[in-house]
């Protein structure tokens, strides 16, 4: 799905942000990126997000190589990828519910599709109860969850994390990768930048780690150190868990209403179709029925036209 191949970024100043860079990550996949501050993780996200280029070496994304892919197309590929951010990135004049919406709104889904999707979305993160709520009314870990809400609520295949949990205390930041480590299970990429190194330890992720712009590790099952992993769980009431069931519920009976109607229309214009040729075909053969009573009449009267011909 990605694959950096001898990738290098420098920038016009001269500064080396990434050197020689080799990896393939595959769909599915949860990844951690570590290292310093500095090493290289944000250059290696906003090449991914095409925000940068790489000065040489390919970076592929979905079989698109982005060096070369045209900026009309940035946008579409962009739409694919569910953007978290360590600052939040929240709009303080809209609610909860307005915030994830917003990514809807911006692909054109219609106001019924966008109700039912946020509020399901909304309950997978355990904040439905929110949705009217402003981002100055949220907890840090809200506010988090909120972002991992707007990142997933188009669908994409892959998410890229730069330090979910940079801003929020531990135990909240182990709720935020409890919550994509669910996600990643349901078969989304998942590319989290951090140097959050009790998190990485905890999880045995495949672990991909730079160092001042350079590759230096890419292990299967890693940590930052020796330390035993345990699995995180993203805690849920008995509650929460009836209301997402009962969305998701919703959202399932729509889409098949969906399909049923979509194909009712399909047959009905089929049906409208076939009709209108069968139409044309009687309206063929009652043509011809009127062409063969001319000629029939033509040749009942070419005899009485001879005959006064004949008399004269």
Known sequence: MIEFRNAEKIYPNGAKALTDINFKIESGEFVFCVGESGAGKSTLIRLITCEERPSKGTVILDNYELSRLQKRLIPNLRRKIGMIFQDFRLIESKTVFEN?????????????????????VLSVVGLRDKAAHYPSELSGGEAQRVGVARAMINNPGLILADEPTGNLDPVNGEAILALLEEINRAGTTVICCTHDASL???????????????????????????????????ERSDADIAELDEAIHENMFYEHQQRQDKRAKQSAEIKSMLDEDSRKRRNRLSLA???????????NIEPNDSESKSDI
């Open 100 to 120: 994830v919406a917003f990514a809807m709104e911006i692909m054109g889904a219609s106001k019924a599709q966008i109700k039912r999707r946020v509020s399901m």
């Open 200 to 234: 990485v330890n905890l999880m045995q992720k495949r672990v991909i780690e730079l160092d001042h712009g350079r590759l230096v590790r890419d292990e299967q099952c890693g940590a930052y150190t020796d330390f035993p992993g345990r699995e995180l769980s993203f």
């Open 289 to 299: 029925e009127r062409i063969a009573k001319m000629r029939m009449l033509a040749e």
